[in-house]
C-alpha cells in the first residue's frame, strides 16, 4: 500500500515538474510573464492526484488513464507554441549550440571549468541551456522526455485490480513502438517543411496531438475473456473484441493519419526524399494491414 502511494505520488510530480519545465522555456523564449497562465493547466492534475489517492488509494482505471490525460492536457500546449515559434523565428537560431556531439553536451554540465554541486550551479547551468542550446533541441529534448515520462509513469502508475501484469507488459510494449513512431513523425515531417504554409504546421501539430491520445487509453488490453464465454448477443457491435478496438485504434489514430500528412508534403509540397518515401511505405502497409486484419476479426466473428 505504502509502495503504491509513493510511486502514484512520484510520477504525477515527474508530470508536473516536466509542464512546469515547459512553461517556463514558453515563457523564456516569448519573453512574456503572461505565459506562466499556463501553469493553471496544471491543476487538474494536482486535483486528480488528491482524489485518486482519497477514493482509489492512488490506483489507476483499466481502460483509461486520467493521471497521463491530464498530463498531456497540462504540457501540450506549451509544446505547441514552441513549435509555432520556432517555425516562425528559424533564421534566429543559427548562433545556438547543437547536441550533435560529446564535447557539446559535457559543456551544458559544466561552469566556467567545474562541474556542477550546488544548486546555485544547477540554477545557472539550467539559465546557460536557455541562451545557449538550440530551440529545435529544446523543444526534441521535451518530446522525448515527454514519451519516456509516458511509458514510465504508466509502467510505475498503480494499476487497476482488473489490469494483469501480463496486459500491462503487453501496454508498455505498444507504448515502446508507438512513441519511436510518433517521435520519428513529428521531427522529420516537421524538418522537412522548412518554408511551408503555417496551415501545414497546425496540421502536423494536430495530427501529432490526436495520436498522443494513445496514451491514455488502453482499448488495445481490453479483457476479451468474458465476452468469449458469454453467449453471443444479437448484433455485431455488442461482440467487439480487443483485437478489433486496437486494430481500429491503430487505423485512426496513428498510421492512418500519418499516412495522409505524408502524402500531402510530397505531392503538394513536393517534399520528396529517401527516408519520407520509407516511412510513408511504412503507413501504408500498416494500414492495409489493419483493414485486411479487421476485415477477418469482422467475418470472424459473424460467421
Known sequence: MFFQFICAVVTRSLFLLLSLIGVWRVVWVKDHGLYWLLTGLCLPLVVEMILTLKRRRGKDYKWFS??????????????????????????????????????????????????????????????????????????????????????????????????????????????????????????ETLTDMKDSSPAMVYIILGVWTWSMLQFPLHLSVMAGSSDQASEPAPSLLSNLRTDIWSTVEALLIQDGPFLVVRLTVMIYFNVVHQMLIFFAIKNLLVVLLNIYRLAVLICDRSS
Open 66 to 187: 486520467p493521471a497521463i490525460f491530464l498530463f498531456l492536457v497540462s504540457i501540450i500546449p506549451s509544446l505547441w507554441i514552441l513549435e509555432l515559434h520556432h517555425q516562425e523565428n528559424k533564421s534566429t537560431d543559427s548562433r545556438c549550440e547543437k547536441l550533435d556531439s560529446t564535447e557539446n553536451i559535457k559543456s551544458i554540465f559544466k561552469l566556467q571549468g567545474h562541474h556542477v554541486f550546488s544548486l546555485y550551479d544547477l540554477f545557472l547551468c539550467l539559465h546557460t541551456t536557455q541562451t545557449s542550446v538550440c530551440a529545435n533541441d529544446w523543444i526534441l529534448a521535451l518530446h522525448q522526455i515527454l514519451l519516456i515520462l509516458l511509458i514510465i509513469g504508466k509502467w510505475l502508475l498503480p494499476a487497476a485490480g482488473e489490469l494483469t501484469r501480463d496486459q500491462l507488459s503487453q501496454l508498455l510494449l505498444i507504448f515502446v513502438g508507438t512513441a519511436a513512431d510518433i517521435l520519428e513523425f513529428t521531427s
